[in-house]
């Protein structure tokens, strides 16, 4: 359905993309995670056709973004990091606007400008001037832009800003409601914002994908590793060697403590074992003394922190949109 081949993307000497490849499949939410500046806006707009990639390739059902470019747009509806939003217009009015530039048909126009706004539950405000609406409304007027003609790709960058809890809950319900018929790529640097909806996360880092997966896969992979942290009074052979006794171990290592006559030792374990019991009853039958025992339990949050650590943070203000 969407498919990105080496696609880089240079400002200057800065790569804000930098060889991204991935493959976006029918019918799923798909999340593009990564602090700010990770790239995630520059993909999205490279996708949508706002702009153009220094490198790489681009197709949308088959269509290439660049040489088939109307075709290609046509399968998106994109919701930009800052909504193209005419706070002069009324809600209908903007609508309306929005509908002829997709070129939707005259005909089906009306029906499908109320659809969109009936799903986005934006119906009871559509004579009013956007300028007037709060800010969870002129985000849903422009998710009834995007949505609009329901095109088979909604594009959404990060739709929950500056959105309150229960406006946040609001779009989530939307966005899995219209997952139903639609693929939808969101973006977030807020992780539980992703995990919560997705299906499928993309981690982003400097301009990279760092990792690819489902919430659940991309958590255990991470589980798997670092799970144990000991120290133990004993002989270090001993100790070596009941270790390496021991099923469920993927690998250790044994260090010296600070502690006179002890080691420290880091294990890591397979998956979701969970080794503690088991290697207290061994140590005490050993007679080896456990001072500390410490397990780590390792979540999403940290994957997240873990591949994107060292990520430049950016300030407060907005980066220069002057050619989208
Ligand atoms: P994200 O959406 O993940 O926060 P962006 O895609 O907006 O990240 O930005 C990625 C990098 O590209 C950042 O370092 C940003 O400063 C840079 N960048 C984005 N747009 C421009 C631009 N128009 N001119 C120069 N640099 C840009
Ligand atoms: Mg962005």
Do not use: W
Request: net charge negative.
């Amino acid at each position: 359905m969407i498919e990105v081949n080496h696609l880089v993307k240079r400002y200057g000497s800065n790569h804000a993309v930098d060889d991204l490849s991935f493959r976006v499949e029918r019918g799923q939410i798909y999340g593009f995670l990564g602090p700010n500046g990770a790239g995630k806006s520059t993909t999205m707009n490279i996708l949508t056709g706002y702009i153009a990639p220094s490198s790489g390739e681009v197709k949308i059902n088959g269509h290439d973004i660049l040489e088939d470019a109307e075709a290609a747009r046509k399968c998106i509806g994109y919701l930009p990091e800052i909504p193209p939003i005419y706070p002069e217009m009324t809600v209908l009015e903007y609508l309306t606007f929005a509908a002829e530039l997709k070129r939707l048909p005259g005909k089906s126009r009306e029906a499908l400008i109320l659809e969109a706004m009936e799903l986005t539950g934006v119906v009871e405000v559509q004579r009013r001037l956007i300028k007037n609406l709060s800010k969870g409304f002129r985000q849903r007027v422009g998710l009834a832009q995007a949505i609009l003609g329901f095109p088979e790709i909604i594009i959404l960058d990060e739709p929950m800003v500056g959105l309150d809890p229960k406006q946040i809950i609001e779009v989530r319900e939307l966005i899995k409601k219209l997952s139903e018929k639609h693929t939808v790529i969101l973006s977030s640097h807020i992780l539980s914002e992703i995990s919560a909806i997705c299906d499928h996360i993309m981690i982003i880092s400097h301009g990279k994908l760092v990792a690819s997966d489902t919430p659940e896969r991309l958590t255990s992979l991470m589980k798997g590793s670092a799970s144990l942290e000991l120290t133990v009074r004993c002989e270090k052979h001993g100790l070596h060697q009941l270790l390496k006794d021991t099923s469920g171990i993927t690998s250790f290592e044994i260090l010296d403590s600070p502690e006179q006559g002890a080691h420290d030792v880091l294990i890591k374990t397979e998956g979701t074992t969970d080794l503690r019991e088991k290697l207290f009853y061994e140590l005490a039958s050993r007679k080896m003394a456990l001072l500390r025992m410490q397990q780590s339990h390792v979540s999403l949050e940290d994957v997240f922190l873990e591949l994107t650590e060292n990520e430049e943070t950016e300030g407060e203000e907005n980066e220069d949109g002057s050619d989208l």
